[in-house]
Every structure is written in C-alpha cells, then in structure tokens.
C-alpha cells in the first residue's frame, strides 16, 4: 500500500454503497511467507510457540515483527510423533497498513487470510481430499496454488496475466 488513505478514501465509498460494515480481507500472497513444518506431537498444546521458535528459520521477518496464522495436516501415518503444520507469515506493517485503511473506510476487519487461501475456499468443494493446482489468472499476473487435503501448500506468482496473451486483443482488460 502506498498511500493509505488514498485507500481508506476507496474503503469508505465502497462501505457507503454496499453499506457494509465487516469484511474479510484477502492480503496479497505476494506479502505472504508460507511454509510446512513439523511440530513434535508433545509440544500439541503449545503450537504457537512451537511456530514460533521455526519462523525466524524459514522467512525473513523476525518473529516479533510477524502475524501469522496455521493450519494443521492431517496424518496418513497412525501414531506419529509429529504434526505436520502449514504456516503463513505476513510483516506486521503490512498487516497494519491494510487494517488502517480499512478503518479509515469505516470498515472492521473480520479475518485476514492469504489471498491464496481464499480463492482455495472459494472454488475447491467442501471436504474435497484431491491434491491440485489452482491457477489464479489476474490482469498482469497469474498465481499458482498447490493444494493437498484442501491446504494450501505452495504459492508462486508470474508476471503473466490475461493481458500479456495478447496485448494487441480488444478484449484486453483495462
């Protein structure tokens, strides 16, 4: 976000038209860390420290400048002395910048979740066990998305979108 209330401004129009007043919010997964770990099964009640202690390991941002949120695995193996753990980190600045325009919209923030997360929700059938790969195909980007057991795994963008197949096309989304 570059200018915060330049957004906040576009929040509060799309708040007085739709008369909203809480949303859930997808954040781009371009802010987004994702990554799978391993939990020891003794440490099952204390999962959030035990993330912890693994986010400085796997992404660039210090554990207490991180929001971060997970999803547990489901095992094939009986008696396993781990859980396996989807984990993503967001910098708390980003998270704070789009709480703050939000706000400025006169909008309350119900959830934040990655965008990847949210289009998997969206467009995967409840209790739908496959693994897949989502293609998010944007205006200049197009996201992949590798999902198992309805968890997001894998999240990569490119700079190819609908617009790069052909720019000349007067289909061309503006």
Not at 131 to 155: A, D, M, P, Q
């Amino acid at each position: 976000i570059h200018d915060e209330k330049a957004l906040g401004k576009i929040f509060g129009e799309l708040q007085k038209e739709f008369r909203l007043k809480y949303v859930s919010v997808a954040l781009p997964d371009e802010k987004i860390y994702l990554f799978k770990t391993e939990i020891p099964r003794t440490a099952a009640l204390n999962i959030r420290e035990s993330i912890e202690f693994k986010i400085e390991d796997n992404v660039p941002v210090p554990v207490g400048e991180a929001v971060f949120d997970y999803s547990l695995v489901a095992h094939d193996e009986v008696g396993a002395d781990h859980l396996d753990v989807v984990v993503s980190v967001a910098p708390e600045e980003v998270v704070n910048a789009y709480t703050s325009a939000l706000t400025l919209g006169n909008l309350i923030p119900l959830t934040l979740e990655v965008e990847s997360r949210s289009i998997a929700k969206a467009v995967i059938g409840r209790g739908d066990k496959h693994s897949l790969l989502i293609l998010n195909i944007e205006k200049n980007k197009t996201g992949l998305y590798v999902v198992h057991e309805g968890v997001v795994y894998f999240t990569s963008a490119v700079p190819t979108g609908i617009n790069s197949l052909d720019p000349s096309s007067p289909k061309n989304i503006s």
